[in-house]
């Protein structure tokens, strides 16, 4: 009797304490919101408050480089592109982070549909974007495009398959016999941007059927594209859906793939730069968008030869891209607000359909 | 019974209830009312329970957890018992070995014996490369083979339980039924074994509760096969975008009912199957010496390669190997993996500290947590043992419970509890903090301090604590003067263990790790999910090889001491511990 007593006396005991928590948290939100906006005023000078950077590519390369460059102190955090966004959701009571930097433009236009970011600012140096780029821009400026990659070129296994044989467009690769892969769009960053460029292509219906049958017909899903290149190259899948970086590495390290870039277009994950409207320092986190709109930074990253990632096409005017890579590659695109209306549907059908 | 000890009583309840207590319904309440964490409250109904039933993920989860925690919970019974039935009825030259053996698969993070096997049966691994036994793989990624996997992993659960009921001997009711002409098997059937029974079926919840609670294995997998368990889903859920924080709060929910079930079906069986057959006449069991001492200990040694060689002898070849599929060949050899890891190399893309600073953030946090569990566990025991605080019940609950809840579920309720804006202001904002991996850590190692230390005080005798208490000692000089001394021994045992199991929690790592903050788990994982297996197991080996000297120089140095404070003692002529030590 008594411990029963006890026991429901610590639930009661801790719902009290937890919903007044919430309640006081409504109070004190309205507050702060007024606190915040004092605390933005005060940041238009610049705090002088490290600004934390989320992302997940370039962190290490481009934050003692953007410090040293404009004095603005910046935390790089590195992730992988899922686990940017979950922390940015887990951290929705109390956000850390200042600026985002990562590919999937889909993904942040959902962030700013649900009013995360910072709109209707325009950076000074929106005008050295190239055409390709400026058409990326969003109206409300909620996000600054600054690079497009393949989310995904066609690898194929040059044991198994030569140039001829391999198939050489998305629809081939759906009726390839024999196995394929790609990533899986719930964890790797660039798996949603291939899904859903696939999808708009197709039509969500059609593209549906396309999947099912491909699951039918043997088709492999790997958490990320690192397992998805070591299947390719030990003949598990003959043919994968492989985001370039890892594509043209392989390539580089002369392992057993071929390459190709689909005529019709490689589904494209453009990577974008955005700010939390609660951000502390609102004056370092523009300074950093612009920054990454600069040529030379842009550059930059692309003569970083020994990080894959540096396999882009930048959106700056008078940027060169790399080399070794397709140079008049296409993409296929979805609007960002067609891909952020339509990710938690994809991905969720997706992962439903991914379970053996 | 004095005001110091109910006021004691009062505070180690209330922090096990914030250690576990609260994360757990933070994760049930958050389920029904999504918001209540971030500022927005709002009822959700209960509908979201039962979408469990309408998404195939979720639903496909929910069936491998339970498959799989059934399965294995079996299987690893029936072999701990069989191996617990052999090792207390003979005396044979491996049966040590098989005690080590089964400490260490206790100890061992199971996500690392999990690599191991997945790097032997994976389609490119040693079974298949080197061996030539295609088989392998077919057989192991199935639902099946994860259960013998599993079962081999978890045995050691049932083991020590049955052990531990098999020390005494029952043989007047076995030489009754032999005398009645009773088979040997008949015996086992009608007298062990239902004398055994409720040590069968707390062996069988527990390694059912450990399989079920699981993320390691699903976690290892993930990279070469799909296999969903609620763990990994609930993991999933809040790792990825878009973030269902509802879900993985209905998934823990689910977790947490069957583990609340099994909790149940545990008590109703043992206090059911109670026999008293441990009277005044219970003597202990004398082990006899087999005839074919040999044929025992062979069998023993291959089960050992089977269960703790394969994993853990996987993992040390591949980290010499320079390709995984390339087989055991001169030219594939290299130690490139460690020059990498000691080096700390940052070649891996998501590496930006080195892997040594993650050892020792590791070592430190579970340095401090090993040390912080044991001093609550001491006190836990002491309150439960030689006190009638009127909290006992509940403390009593709380150590159940923290027996039950699995890393991922314990990590999210600390995200839901610890990122309150309200929080801030007050310094206990601690999500993102290494102080929160510090709780999490001692909340995982508080239920084996606790056990450890309950089985040790349940030998003492409340007499000698009253006759120190008539002499007007207090309770801090009570527990320092006569149970410290006599418990010390285990309870080193029990730091060491909790030190060397919060050293690789992946899960709750995982979940809570501060932002550019490296632990040793995480850099494991990532390097095997990103297939640099080589790294991954070198660094593994390394930190292995770190954490057990570490564990042999403490308890050596320690042992020392102790020997020097007891020669101190003699000299004063105080030695109540070490004259009960040997009782």
Same mark, same amino acid.
């Given at each position: 009797m008594l411990r029963s007593k006890t026991i429901l006396f610590i639930c009661l005991f801790s719902f009290l304490v937890l919903t007044a928590c919430s309640l006081n948290e409504d109070e004190k939100s309205t507050a702060s919101d007024e606190s915040s906006k004092e605390q933005n005023a005060e940041g238009e000078k610049g705090t002088g408050e490290p600004i934390k950077l989320y992302g997940n590519d370039f962190i290490e390369e481009i934050s003692p480089k953007f410090q040293g460059d404009t004095g603005y102190e910046i935390e790089g955090v590195h992730y992988g592109g899922g686990e940017a966004l979950a922390q940015i959701e887990a951290e929705q009571g109390n956000p850390q982070w200042d600026v985002i930097m990562m590919d999937g433009h889909g993904s942040i236009r959902n962030l700013a549909d649900r009013g995360f970011l910072l709109t209707d600012w325009k950076p000074e140096n929106i005008d050295l974007l190239s055409e390709e780029g400026t058409e990326l821009v969003p109206e409300d400026n909620a996000y600054t495009p600054i690079g497009i990659h393949a989310s995904a070129v066609i690898v194929y296994n040059t044991d198994i398959l030569t140039e001829e044989t391999a198939p050489k467009t998305w629809d081939e690769f759906f009726a390839y016999d024999g196995p394929v892969g790609h990533a899986d769009p719930a964890v790797a960053a660039p798996a949603y941007p291939l899904v859903s460029s696939l999808f708009y292509k197709w039509g969500v219906e059609e593209g549906k059927e396309r999947y099912l049958k491909r699951f039918e017909d043997g088709f492999n899903i790997y958490p990320k594209n690192g397992p998805v290149t070591s299947a390719v190259i030990n003949g598990e899948i003959h043919v994968a859906a492989l985001q370039e970086h890892n594509a043209y590495q392989a390539e580089l390290d002369g392992e057993n793939v071929g390459v190709i870039w689909p005529e019709e277009g490689a589904p494209g994950s453009v990577r974008v730069v955005a700010i939390n409207k609660d951000s502390k320092n609102l004056e370092a986190a523009k300074v950093f968008v612009e920054y990454m709109l600069e040529p030379d930074t842009q550059n930059y990253l692309t003569s970083l030869e020994d990080d894959s990632s540096s396999f882009f096409t930048p959106l700056s005017k008078g940027t060169e891209m790399r080399k070794e890579r397709e140079q008049n590659g296409t993409f296929l695109l979805p609007p960002a607000e067609w891909a952020a209306e339509h990710e938690t549907e994809i991905k969720t059908w997706f992962a439903d359909q991914n379970v053996n | 019974m004095n005001r110091n000890e109910n006021r004691l009583g009062g505070v180690v309840t209330l922090i096990l209830f914030i250690f576990i207590f609260l994360p757990l319904l933070a994760v049930i309440l958050n389920a029904v009312l999504p918001g209540l964490f971030f500022g927005n409250l709002e009822f959700n109904g209960f509908q979201v329970i039962f979408e469990i039933f309408e998404r195939e993920l979720w639903y496909v989860s929910l069936k491998n957890s339970v498959m799989l925690g059934l399965g294995a919970a079996t299987f690893g019974t029936i072999l701990g018992g069989l191996l617990a039935t052999i090792r207390s009825k003979w005396d044979y030259a491996a049966a040590r070995w098989l005690d080590i053996a089964v400490w260490v698969l206790l100890i061992a993070p199971s996500f690392i014996i999990a690599q191991g096997w997945v790097l032997f049966a994976s389609s490119e691994g040693l079974a298949n490369s080197v061996l030539g036994w295609s088989w392998v793989t077919s057989f192991i990624f199935q639902p099946s083979g994860l259960i013998f996997i599993m079962g081999l992993t978890k045995f050691p659960l049932a083991y020590l339980t049955v052990v531990a009921a098999m020390e005494w001997n029952v043989s007047r009711f076995e030489h009754a039924a032999r005398l009645n002409g009773a088979r040997p098997f008949t015996v086992w059937r009608t007298v062990q074994l239902p004398l055994s029974l409720p040590a069968y079926f707390a062996g069988w919840t527990l390694v059912f509760i450990d399989t079920i609670g699981d993320f390691g294995l699903p976690a290892a997998l993930a990279t070469v096969y799909r296999f969903p368990t609620l763990p990994y889903s609930i993991y999933s859920a809040i790792n990825q975008s878009p973030v269902r924080f509802d879900m993985a709060g209905v998934l823990s929910f689910y977790l947490v009912l069957i583990l609340a079930l099994t909790m149940a079906i545990l008590f109703v069986a043992i206090k059911k199957s109670k026999v008293d057959f441990l009277n005044s006449k219970a003597i202990r069991v004398t082990k006899k010496k087999p005839k074919r001492a040999w044929l025992l200990s062979i069998g023993t040694f291959a089960f050992l390669i089977l269960c703790l060689g394969i994993p853990i002898g996987t993992s040390a070849t591949v980290s010499f190997?320079?390709?995984? /599929?390339? /087989?055991?060949?001169l030219d594939n050899f290299t130690f490139k993996h460690y020059i990498d890891v000691l080096g700390g190399a940052n070649g891996l893309d998501y590496s930006q500290l080195s892997i040594l600073e993650g050892l020792k953030n590791s070592l430190t946090i579970a340095a401090i947590a090993a040390i912080i569990s044991i001093i609550l566990g001491f006190i836990v025991a002491y309150v439960l043992t030689f006190t009638k605080s009127r909290l006992k019940s509940s403390l009593h609950v709380f150590t159940l419970v923290s027996l039950a809840v699995p890393g991922v579920v314990l990590g999210i309720g600390y995200i839901f509890i610890w990122n309150q804006k309200w929080l801030e202001p007050i310094g206990l904002h601690l999500y993102g903090k290494p102080s929160l991996l510090i709780m999490a850590a001692v909340a995982g190692a508080i239920p084996y301090a606790v056990r450890v230390q309950l089985g040790t005080f349940a030998n003492l005798s409340p007499s000698l604590l009253k006759a120190a208490a008539v002499q007007g000692a207090s309770m801090f000089t009570k527990m320092r003067t006569i149970i410290l001394p006599i418990v010390r021994n285990t309870l080193l045992l029990a730091v060491l263990a909790s030190f060397g199991t919060s050293v690789f929690d992946l899960a709750t790592a995982s979940m809570l790790k501060p932002s550019n903050f490296v632990l040793l788990p995480l850099v494991i994982d990532e390097a095997f999910e990103f297939a640099k297996y080589g790294y991954a197991t070198a660094a593994t080996i390394i930190g292995g090889a770190i954490v057990v000297l570490l564990i042999i120089g403490v308890q050596y140095v320690f042992n020392f001491i102790f020997k020097k404070i007891d020669q101190l003692d003699r000299k004063e002529g105080n030695f109540v511990g070490t004259n009960l030590k040997d009782k």
């Amino acid at each position: 009797m008594l411990r029963s007593k006890t026991i429901l006396f610590i639930c009661l005991f801790s719902f009290l304490v937890l919903t007044a928590c919430s309640l006081n948290e409504d109070e004190k939100s309205t507050a702060s919101d007024e606190s915040s906006k004092e605390q933005n005023a005060e940041g238009e000078k610049g705090t002088g408050e490290p600004i934390k950077l989320y992302g997940n590519d370039f962190i290490e390369e481009i934050s003692p480089k953007f410090q040293g460059d404009t004095g603005y102190e910046i935390e790089g955090v590195h992730y992988g592109g899922g686990e940017a966004l979950a922390q940015i959701e887990a951290e929705q009571g109390n956000p850390q982070w200042d600026v985002i930097m990562m590919d999937g433009h889909g993904s942040i236009r959902n962030l700013a549909d649900r009013g995360f970011l910072l709109t209707d600012w325009k950076p000074e140096n929106i005008d050295l974007l190239s055409e390709e780029g400026t058409e990326l821009v969003p109206e409300d400026n909620a996000y600054t495009p600054i690079g497009i990659h393949a989310s995904a070129v066609i690898v194929y296994n040059t044991d198994i398959l030569t140039e001829e044989t391999a198939p050489k467009t998305w629809d081939e690769f759906f009726a390839y016999d024999g196995p394929v892969g790609h990533a899986d769009p719930a964890v790797a960053a660039p798996a949603y941007p291939l899904v859903s460029s696939l999808f708009y292509k197709w039509g969500v219906e059609e593209g549906k059927e396309r999947y099912l049958k491909r699951f039918e017909d043997g088709f492999n899903i790997y958490p990320k594209n690192g397992p998805v290149t070591s299947a390719v190259i030990n003949g598990e899948i003959h043919v994968a859906a492989l985001q370039e970086h890892n594509a043209y590495q392989a390539e580089l390290d002369g392992e057993n793939v071929g390459v190709i870039w689909p005529e019709e277009g490689a589904p494209g994950s453009v990577r974008v730069v955005a700010i939390n409207k609660d951000s502390k320092n609102l004056e370092a986190a523009k300074v950093f968008v612009e920054y990454m709109l600069e040529p030379d930074t842009q550059n930059y990253l692309t003569s970083l030869e020994d990080d894959s990632s540096s396999f882009f096409t930048p959106l700056s005017k008078g940027t060169e891209m790399r080399k070794e890579r397709e140079q008049n590659g296409t993409f296929l695109l979805p609007p960002a607000e067609w891909a952020a209306e339509h990710e938690t549907e994809i991905k969720t059908w997706f992962a439903d359909q991914n379970v053996n | 019974m004095n005001r110091n000890e109910n006021r004691l009583g009062g505070v180690v309840t209330l922090i096990l209830f914030i250690f576990i207590f609260l994360p757990l319904l933070a994760v049930i309440l958050n389920a029904v009312l999504p918001g209540l964490f971030f500022g927005n409250l709002e009822f959700n109904g209960f509908q979201v329970i039962f979408e469990i039933f309408e998404r195939e993920l979720w639903y496909v989860s929910l069936k491998n957890s339970v498959m799989l925690g059934l399965g294995a919970a079996t299987f690893g019974t029936i072999l701990g018992g069989l191996l617990a039935t052999i090792r207390s009825k003979w005396d044979y030259a491996a049966a040590r070995w098989l005690d080590i053996a089964v400490w260490v698969l206790l100890i061992a993070p199971s996500f690392i014996i999990a690599q191991g096997w997945v790097l032997f049966a994976s389609s490119e691994g040693l079974a298949n490369s080197v061996l030539g036994w295609s088989w392998v793989t077919s057989f192991i990624f199935q639902p099946s083979g994860l259960i013998f996997i599993m079962g081999l992993t978890k045995f050691p659960l049932a083991y020590l339980t049955v052990v531990a009921a098999m020390e005494w001997n029952v043989s007047r009711f076995e030489h009754a039924a032999r005398l009645n002409g009773a088979r040997p098997f008949t015996v086992w059937r009608t007298v062990q074994l239902p004398l055994s029974l409720p040590a069968y079926f707390a062996g069988w919840t527990l390694v059912f509760i450990d399989t079920i609670g699981d993320f390691g294995l699903p976690a290892a997998l993930a990279t070469v096969y799909r296999f969903p368990t609620l763990p990994y889903s609930i993991y999933s859920a809040i790792n990825q975008s878009p973030v269902r924080f509802d879900m993985a709060g209905v998934l823990s929910f689910y977790l947490v009912l069957i583990l609340a079930l099994t909790m149940a079906i545990l008590f109703v069986a043992i206090k059911k199957s109670k026999v008293d057959f441990l009277n005044s006449k219970a003597i202990r069991v004398t082990k006899k010496k087999p005839k074919r001492a040999w044929l025992l200990s062979i069998g023993t040694f291959a089960f050992l390669i089977l269960c703790l060689g394969i994993p853990i002898g996987t993992s040390a070849t591949v980290s010499f190997m320079k390709h995984l /599929g390339a /087989g055991i060949k001169l030219d594939n050899f290299t130690f490139k993996h460690y020059i990498d890891v000691l080096g700390g190399a940052n070649g891996l893309d998501y590496s930006q500290l080195s892997i040594l600073e993650g050892l020792k953030n590791s070592l430190t946090i579970a340095a401090i947590a090993a040390i912080i569990s044991i001093i609550l566990g001491f006190i836990v025991a002491y309150v439960l043992t030689f006190t009638k605080s009127r909290l006992k019940s509940s403390l009593h609950v709380f150590t159940l419970v923290s027996l039950a809840v699995p890393g991922v579920v314990l990590g999210i309720g600390y995200i839901f509890i610890w990122n309150q804006k309200w929080l801030e202001p007050i310094g206990l904002h601690l999500y993102g903090k290494p102080s929160l991996l510090i709780m999490a850590a001692v909340a995982g190692a508080i239920p084996y301090a606790v056990r450890v230390q309950l089985g040790t005080f349940a030998n003492l005798s409340p007499s000698l604590l009253k006759a120190a208490a008539v002499q007007g000692a207090s309770m801090f000089t009570k527990m320092r003067t006569i149970i410290l001394p006599i418990v010390r021994n285990t309870l080193l045992l029990a730091v060491l263990a909790s030190f060397g199991t919060s050293v690789f929690d992946l899960a709750t790592a995982s979940m809570l790790k501060p932002s550019n903050f490296v632990l040793l788990p995480l850099v494991i994982d990532e390097a095997f999910e990103f297939a640099k297996y080589g790294y991954a197991t070198a660094a593994t080996i390394i930190g292995g090889a770190i954490v057990v000297l570490l564990i042999i120089g403490v308890q050596y140095v320690f042992n020392f001491i102790f020997k020097k404070i007891d020669q101190l003692d003699r000299k004063e002529g105080n030695f109540v511990g070490t004259n009960l030590k040997d009782k």
